[in-house]
C-alpha cells in the first residue's frame, strides 16, 4: 500500500511541452526519486531489460532504508513472501495472476510491479464487458488501411504488443471481466510468446524482458471464468485482506494520506481514531463477529474492502475540510459509513441498524459515532 511522496502534486510535461499539475502521477513519477536511489545502489544482478534486480523490486514495494540512508516507502502492507513470489514470477517465462477480493491492492501492486520493473506502468489493458479482441492484439489505422491496404505502417500496436516488441511489463487489468473469447486471445501469446498478425502474414515475436501481469476477482456480478488452458499459462498468487486491525489502519492511514496530499486536505493523523473506528466497523461486519469475539453479528452484501474504508476516510476529510473545522470526526465518517454498508436495501439497512444498536451503541467511547449514524440512518 502506498506512502506519501511527500509532495501534493506532481508536475508532468504533456506532449505539446507545456507542464501541468497531475492530480494522479504514475507510479514511475510520484515515486521517482526512490527508484533513482534503488537503482543507484543496487549491484545485483538484474533479468533482461529490467530496471531493478528482483530484491531491489521488492525493496521498492515493501519498504527499507538504503546505504546511503534514503528511506524507501512502503508500497504494499502485507507478507513478504507474497511480494516475493511476485517479484521471481515476472522474472520467469510465467505470466503473473493478482488474485483477490475487492480492495485487496491488486491494481496498486500491479502498477507498482510494472514502474519498478520496466520503467513503464501504462501499458495497460482496462478490462470490461466490452472489451474488444483489438485491445488484447492490434487494431488498425482505417484511412491508411482503406487507402493503402493492410501494411505495418497501417497496423496500430496495442499495450500487449508494444510490450512484446520492446520486452516490457504489460498490464490487464480485471481479467475476468472481459468475455471468455477475448481472454483465450492470451493463450497463443502466453505460450508461445508470439502475436501472430494474419493480414500480413507475419508475428510479433516477444523479446527477452516480457512479461505480463493481470489482476482478476470473483466477487463481481459479470465474471467470466478463466478456461483451464489459460489459467495453466499464469502463476496466480492470492492477495489477502489485512491480518490484523493495525495493519489496515496503517494501510489507510498512509493511503488517505497521500490523496489528501494532493487534494491538499487535512492530514490523515489527525482523525487517527476515527480511521481505527472505521477500519474496525469495516473488519467486524466482514468477519461476522466482534474484535473480542464474543459477539455475533451479520454482514451485509457488499465487500467493506480496505479500499473502500480509505474512500470513507477519505470523503470525511473532506467534509471536515469544507464544512467543518478540518479536524475529522464522527459526523464526518458517519454519512460514508452508512453508503459503504447499505448497499442492498432493505436487508443492509436491517444489518446496519442492528449493528449501530448492539455493538456500537453499547461500545464505551462510541456513544457520539452512534449518534452522528443515527442521525444519518434514523
Not at 489528501?260 to 467486524?284: C, M, N, Q
Not at 470525511?316 to 458517519?334: I, K, N, S, T
Not at 457520539?368 to 442521525?375: G, I, K, N, T, V
Amino acid at each position: 500500500m502506498p506512502a506519501p511522496s511527500g509532495t501534493s502534486t506532481t508536475r508532468a510535461t504533456a506532449r505539446d511541452g507545456a507542464t501541468h499539475e497531475v492530480l494522479r502521477p504514475h507510479a514511475e513519477q510520484a515515486f521517482a526519486g526512490e527508484l533513482a536511489a534503488l537503482a543507484a545502489a543496487d549491484d545485483r544482478p538484474r533479468p533482461p531489460r529490467w530496471r531493478l534486480s528482483p530484491w531491489a523490486v521488492a525493496t521498492y514495494l515493501l519498504g527499507g532504508t538504503l546505504a546511503d540512508g534514503t528511506v524507501v516507502t512502503p508500497k504494499y502492507i502485507g507478507p513478504r513472501r507474497i511480494v516475493e513470489v511476485a517479484v521471481t514470477t515476472l522474472a520467469t517465462d510465467r505470466a503473473l495472476l493478482l488474485l483477490g477480493v475487492p480492495g485487496t491492492a491488486k491494481t496498486w501492486l500491479s502498477e507498482h510491479l510494472a514502474a519498478a520493473v520496466s520503467g513503464d506502468s501504462t501499458l495497460l489493458v482496462q478490462g470490461t464487458a466490452g472489451t474488444p479482441e483489438e485491445a488484447m492484439r492490434y487494431g488498425w489505422d482505417y484511412a491508411r488501411l482503406l487507402s493503402q491496404g493492410p501494411s505495418r505502417e497501417a497496423l496500430v500496436p496495442g499495450p500487449v504488443m508494444r510490450a512484446m516488441a520492446e520486452g516490457l511489463t504489460a498490464r490487464v487489468e480485471e481479467l475476468t471481466r472481459i468475455p471468455a473469447d477475448v481472454q483465450d486471445t492470451l493463450v497463443t501469446l502466453l505460450s508461445e510468446k508470439t502475436l501472430p498478425v494474419p493480414e500480413l502474414g507475419q508475428e510479433i515475436q516477444a523479446v527477452r524482458g516480457f512479461n505480463l501481469i493481470a489482476t482478476a476477482n470473483d466477487r463481481d456480478r459479470g465474471v467470466n471464468e478463466l478456461s483451464s488452458a489459460l489459467r495453466r499459462r499464469f502463476n496466480t498468487v492470492v492477495l489477502p485482506l489485512p491480518a490484523t486491525v493495525e495493519e489496515e489502519v496503517d494501510i489507510v492511514t498512509r493511503r488517505v494520506d497521500q490523496i489528501g496530499r494532493s487534494l491538499d486536505l487535512p492530514p490523515a493523523p489527525e482523525g487517527f481514531a476515527e480511521i481505527r473506528r472505521v477500519v474496525t466497523v469495516f473488519r467486524e461486519l466482514r468477519e461476522g463477529v466482534t474484535a473480542d469475539g464474543r459477539t455475533r453479528v451479520k454482514s451485509p452484501s457488499g465487500t467493506l474492502s480496505t479500499a473502500e474504508a480509505i474512500s470513507v476516510v477519505t470523503g470525511g476529510l473532506a467534509l471536515a475540510a469544507h464544512f467543518g473545522d478540518g479536524r475529522l470526526g464522527p459526523g464526518d465518517v458517519a454519512a460514508g459509513l452508512h453508503g459503504a454498508v447499505v448497499r442492498d436495501q432493505p436487508s443492509d439497512r436491517d444489518v446496519w441498524q442492528e449493528y449501530l444498536e448492539t455493538v456500537v451503541r453499547e461500545r464505551d467511547g462510541w456513544q457520539d459515532l452512534y449518534r452522528a449514524c443515527r442521525e444519518v440512518a434514523p
